[in-house]
């Protein structure tokens, strides 16, 4: 029991990263209507640039403040694609490009990063935070907690209360309406995809250490983000928040059971499996069937 | 029909086996080693673009399918099962069956997007499960036996393009079946699907399991042709590359699937030649894959529009009747719908306020109002598309509550849409036969001339909208429901089409036995076609009886054209 405690705890960091990561797919979803497949792989792009300055001898700060600016950049592409090519197009088609896309991204971020070769990637945030009924808890997990519930919470109330938040609701509401009362659209779309891009590369950063460090298994970690969205229904931040965290806590703990420890990457497919079997009991004919 | 079936799957045959034959004498045997390779990764694709293509549910775990056909196949190897490859690779993609019903059953009543996170999912897991239990044989180096008869590279090559073969044909027939239809109007439209009485679940859980039975054959053969297996060739990559190249290539088209094999095949084949890194390729497949969901075409369908072009086009040919009309159906005398008390509130609007109608059998009843009146929600409300209303609807008398739009559609309750939702990738018969059930070609044919549409090979997306309006009614008719209610059918229709429309609509209780409720706006129309009309307005009714009394009742003027009570009197 204590063991699969510690274990549990020992996922309290991925569970903050998959936390970060739901929030940002729902994020993108909301405000600019694509489910999106590229993020953690936008995310990755930006931790691995992080990485490449590293080894090149650049002290770790500026590397990940560089490193988020690359995440935010590649954000920023995925954008340009979708708002020049794919504004009017239905969720379904959305969600089927960036799909296509993360093929490509992974493809190119194999190529670049030189595959499978180990890359050292230092831990940003070292060391033990405090110990918990005899167990460590790392600074990287406090961190990607609390960084986690700031950002919902952050991102709950600029929707809420600014006028660019406003303005961002109106944009997702209805597109369309939006432009044409003078919203600057496109300019507001490419502002969602760079500040997920930025906030997933750091989640990332935090994380990756705990991780098969290559481009591929990080692109991959797309999988519990859209369970955690999905725990929120694509619309409830905090949901997505405690969704993420749970995920993380059941990964831990059942990589601390001998007999299904290697299959411990099959949870976000079970979680996803579960809320969707149990969110369609009522689901009723809208307009988008 | 059936014989448009036998011609396509027999040009399909046919074509498979010149090529077949051109493979096999002319290329040498290295050729044919990387071309058997192409067919194997084209059946992958055929059920990829059976799932994405046709019923529009975006699969990202579809090498995950014939990573479990191919595991059954190695362990039936192993254990030395009776049967052979041929056998194995069956069971194989009976082994995939339940494992696609079980993924496809989370999206069933859920848009696509939800099955593609689901698929992405399993995707992933099947990566972490394989590369623990690994493939039987894979530590020993056990080779899966091949056939006998086709044991040398080139005698697989025949056996591979034989089971191609076989698929292809099988799917020509399915895709062309009442079925196949079916899958194309899900993925055009599920609320106008399920108005033409298809089982919405039932359409996408057949593709899904049909899908993944096929893709499981599809790596029981990659076992066959690799000998020894390794969690690598079913990884989650190869799914999305798959998926990237169907949507570029176009996978549900017998050509796509071809085009999108050699591609995945013998692209890296021509970047090792030049001396290029591999995984360029699954670049220039996701960059292909954006270009053709932006242009919103794949490059099979590119392909046959050039095809087409080439053609001398020919003049879309009007049906002429084969024979006369069958006798009328003989449905129950009296009431054949009534609404009671029908009350739908949206929120706090109130949508319609206690609504009383009545349609009695073998006539046609108008509903008029103003845009806004509640009309369409009505009719949403007979046909089952309403999550709740209070109030009840009776069909012959017997209530309708609680039976899905489905079933009501089957019971004999059917609906036209505002704004055409035909899927156009189909042709005028088989939409008619999809909406109609087994209905006999004499019998299509007169009906289509009946109505002066177009014959029933035409394709949808070559007729006018006009045209595929007078298709939605001709749909609804053919289906013989005791009831049809026609939302608008002459919007978009010219004035003199509209009145010919208008003489069609009022002789369908004669001809056809069905009653009919006609929502429309064009009163000429109106006049023409219903013996008594009921009008609406905020919800509530405001007059009904006779057309002409009505529509010179002052309140009536009003409501629908704006006219002052005084300026109507002068």
């Known amino acids: 029991m204590d063991s699969l405690f510690t274990a549990a705890v020992a996922g309290l960091s991925a569970g903050g990263a998959y936390a970060i990561l739901g929030v940002c797919a729902i994020f993108t979803y909301r405000l600019v209507a694509v489910v999106n497949f590229t993020g953690a792989a936008i995310g990755a ?65 194999l190529r670049l990063t030189g595959g499978q070769h180990p890359h050292y990637f230092p831990e940003i ?56 009362i003078g919203i600057r659209v496109r300019l507001l779309a490419l502002g969602v995809w760079a500040v997920t891009g930025g906030v997933t590369a750091f989640a990332l950063m935090i994380i990756a250490p705990l991780r098969s460090p290559d481009f591929a298994s990080l692109s991959l970690l797309v999988v519990p983000a859209l369970a955690a969205a999905l725990i929120g229904a694509f619309s409830s931040f905090r949901a997505a928040l405690i969704g993420g965290v749970m995920i993380g806590l059941i990964e831990g703990g059942v990589s601390a059971i001998g007999p299904v420890s290697q299959y411990r990457g099959a949870v976000p497919f079970l979680v996803i499996l579960a809320v969707l079997l149990w969110s369609q009991r009522g689901a009723r004919w809208d307009e988008a069937r | ?37 192409v067919f194997i990764v084209g059946i992958a694709l055929q059920s990829l673009g059976l799932v994405t293509g046709r019923t529009g549910m975006i699969s990202l775990c579809q090498m995950s399918f014939a990573g479990v056909g191919a595991w059954v196949t190695g362990y039936l190897n192993l254990i030395g099962a009776p049967g052979g490859l041929a056998v194995w690779m069956l069971i194989g993609g009976l082994a995939a069956v339940p494992v696609g019903i079980a993924i496809g059953l989370p999206a069933l009543r859920l848009r696509g997007i939800n099955l593609a996170i689901v698929t992405l999912g399993f995707a992933a897991a099947f990566d972490t499960v394989l590369a623990t239990i690994t493939f039987p044989g894979q530590t020993t180096f056990t080779q899966v036996v091949r056939p006998e008869a086709f044991d040398s590279d080139k005698g697989y ?66 076992a066959g042709y690799l000998g020894t297996l390794v969690s690598e060739n079913f990884s989650m990559m190869q799914s999305l590359a798959l998926f990237a190249v169907a ?22 084949e021509l970047l090792r030649r030049l001396n290029l890194p591999q995984d360029v390729g699954n670049v220039f497949f996701a960059l292909g894959a954006v270009q053709a969901l932006s242009t919103g075409e794949t490059i099979a369908e590119t392909w046959m529009r050039l095809a087409r072009k080439l053609r001398p086009t020919r003049a879309v040919e009007a049906a002429t009747a084969a024979g ?86 089957k019971l004999g309750i059917r609906r036209t849409w505002q704004t055409t939702r035909i899927a156009p990738e189909l042709r005028v018969g088989e939409y008619i036969r999809l909406a109609a059930g087994p209905i006999s070609e004499s019998e299509l044919e007169s009906l289509l001339a009946w109505f002066g549409c177009p014959g029933p090979e035409t394709l949808i997306s070559t007729v006018d909208v006009g045209t595929r309006r007078l298709l939605d009614v001709a749909g609804a008719v053919a289906s013989r429901a005791p009831v049809i209610l026609l939302d608008e059918p002459a919007a978009g229709v010219s004035y003199d089409e509209a009145l010919k429309l208008g ?62 009570f005084e300026e109507a009197a002068e």
């Not at chain 2, 191609?164 to 899900?186: K, M, P």
């Not at chain 2, 108005?195 to 990659?222: D, E, T, W």
């Not at chain 2, 949507?247 to 890296?268: D, E, N, Q, R, S």
């Open chain 1, 125 to 180: 945030i070292p060391g033990s935070a405090f110990r918990l009924a005899g167990v460590e808890v790392t600074w990287a997990a406090v961190t990607t907690l609390v960084l986690s519930v700031a950002f919902t919470l952050l991102t709950e109330q600029f929707l809420a209360r600014t006028r660019t938040g406003l303005q961002l609701r109106a944009l997702s509401q209805r597109p369309m309406a939006a432009e044409l």
């Open chain 2, 247 to 268: 949507t570029m290539a176009g996978a549900h088209f017998a050509l796509g699937a071809i085009a999108g094999g050699m591609m995945i095949v013998l692209f890296p």
């Open chain 1, 45 to 109: 792009a930006g931790t691995f640039a992080m990485v490449a300055l590293f080894e090149l001898g650049m002290p770790l700060l500026p590397a990940v403040l560089f490193g988020v600016a690359a995440g935010a950049l590649a954000g920023l592409a995925i954008g340009l694609v979708m708002t020049t090519w794919f504004t009017g197009s239905n969720a379904s088609t959305k969600a089927a490009v960036t799909a296509a896309l993360l093929v490509g991204i992974i493809a190119v971020g």
């Open chain 2, 324 to 409: 006369s009309l069958p006798d009328k159906t003989s449905h129950p005398a009296g009431i054949a719908l009534e609404v009671r008390d029908l009350t739908v509130r949206y929120g706090t609007v109130t949508a319609l306020d206690k609504v009383n109608l009545k349609v009695p059998a073998g006539t046609v009843v108008g509903l008029v109002g103003p845009n806004g009146a509640g009309k369409s929600t009505l009719v949403d409300a007979i046909a089952g598309f309403l999550y709740r209303y209070d109030g009840s609807i009776l069909l012959n008398g017997s209530p309708l509550e609680a039976i899905s739009a489905t079933s009501r559609s």
């Open chain 2, 1 to 37: 029909m059936k014989h448009a079936s036998f011609r396509a799957a027999a040009t399909t045959a046919l074509l498979l086996a010149v090529l077949g034959a051109l493979i096999f004498f002319l290329l040498p045997k290295y050729w044919v080693f990387l071309v058997t390779a």
């Open chain 2, 157 to 222: 090559f025949l056996f591979v393009l034989l089971t191609y073969g076989v698929i292809a044909v099988v799917l020509e027939f399915v895709s062309r079946s009442r079925l196949g239809a079916a899958w194309l109007a899900v993925r055009h439209s599920e609320r106008a699907a399920a108005a033409n009485g298809i089982s919405i679940p039932r359409a996408k859980l057949s593709a899904f399991a049909i899908s993944a039975f096929i893709s499981g054959i599809s790596g029981g053969l990659l």
């Open chain 2, 503 to 564: 003489e069609r609509i009022a002789a369908i209780p004669e001809t056809f036995g069905s009653a009919v409720l006609l929502i429309e706006h064009d009163m000429d129309l109106v006049r023409r076609a219903c013996s008594a009309i009921t009008v609406f307005d905020f919800g509530r009714v405001i007059a009904a009886g006779a057309p002409a009394a009505v529509l010179d009742m002052p309140v009536v003027q009003k409501a629908y054209m704006g006219v002052e």
